[in-house]
């Protein structure tokens, strides 16, 4: 199982105050929204329950316990509102991000017991060193009535991300970026800014002329994964562009073309490939687990990706090329890269960058009520406009960049990047919105907000109701009962 623990960066900020050391211990909890596929979960803590000192039984600098009553008040909380629960403890000065050995005896007893008595609620739980510098986490795994190490915990600021490995994660395990492929990147950014890279899944959505360039980058960068999703296979008009490509591989599925390619680049980097649209419910499970969002496409999908990167708190970075030829002569070369970070209160529904897609997501009915109407116009086929590779290279170079400056903070709170090449100019762009429902309510709401899909009725698809999807193991109104249990919440050096 893999496990992940994604925070937005004030919620974390306020766990740190929350647990700042005055002499004892100290618990907090967390309650998350979650995201799932397969054997892979991401927790989305989104508010904090602290204990007033009543709570508390005793509190001392190794030892810690808490009244059964306020665990039981917390679990019903979860209940209500179809969450999951991580706590989280500090540690005295001296014992390090690491699971003392009471931990480790009492916790799972105390995990094993909340799984029984409460149906469809996960746990997991979170240790701190004294200074917050380092730390350690695992989620009960009910199934198989195991603990699991979490492989990382993730913050994604507004300027930047930050990569914690829990003390317990496989990931802690050798050293990653030791190959000499990275030595050149090393001398340019520093061994822990590539290692950084290394633990990060990337989901690149367009496997064509802004994927291709996008999938070779990520590869020799050495990222832990990537994944692809692109229904299209190669053809002649494409060979012009596609990296990589040669007559021999038309008729290949664009995936699985660079899927082989990555691994070619590095057989270290781990791939998936999906030869389905973005609006699968598969690959929209999928690409909800990754960490970084690449949109190499040149159509309404972005606006579905936006949404997914929201509700499951993923940076998003949008990228698009475009040839405008007038009157025998090329009047505009350039494009455009978006970057849509959960958090900053701007993305592209509410910049409103692409309403003249939403249309696409209209069932056939309304479409054709619209035409009739005149508010409605056919476009042009997007497979008819001009496209160059070195076109398509700029952009997606620009788009790489701009992922890599947030990753490291390295970069500005600009919205938008645009390239002229005609002009040879290039420029930034803020904006400022009041938020939205995808930057205010569905932000990091996971598996609670449905998928921004065509529809085949006659409503337009924008989700209003937030907690539309549920849980498939919805919890019912199970709370721990104090006779229950001997084993209060204890935490000691």
Known sequence: MNMKIVFNESLFEDLKASLEWDGREKIVYLLCNCTQYKNSIKLLPYKLIVPEEKDYISRSAGHIKIDRKFITSVFKKAVEECADVIWVHIHPEGAGGEFSLVDKHHEPILMRHIA???KGVYNASMVF???????DSWFYDRENDE?????KIIVVGKNDLKVFIPTGSQSQAGNR???LRYDRTIKAFGKQAVEMLSYLDVGIVGASALGGPSSEMVARDGFKSTAFCDPDIIDETNLNRLIGTCPDDIGRSKVEFYAEYAKKINPDVKVSCFKKSFYDDEVQQAFAQVDILLGCVD?????SINSLAMANRIPYFDMGAAIVRKDGKVQFKGGQVYSIIPGRNVCLECSGVFNNLKSRFWSEAKKEKERSMGYLKDEEDNDSHPLVSHLDYVIAGFGYHEMLSYIWGQG?????VYIDMVKSKTSVAGIETGGCMYCRDLLGQGDKVSAYVPQKDEELNVPNNLFEKQPTDQPVAAVIEEEQSEEPVESEV
């Open 147 to 151: 603990l699991v190490p979490v492989e």
């Open 177 to 179: 970026v030791e190959n």
């Open 129 to 135: 060193s004294n200074d917050c510098s380092e730390l």
């Open 412 to 416: 500005t709170e600009h919205f938008k």
């Open 299 to 303: 159509s309404e999908v972005r606006l």
């Open 116 to 118: 029984e008595q409460v």
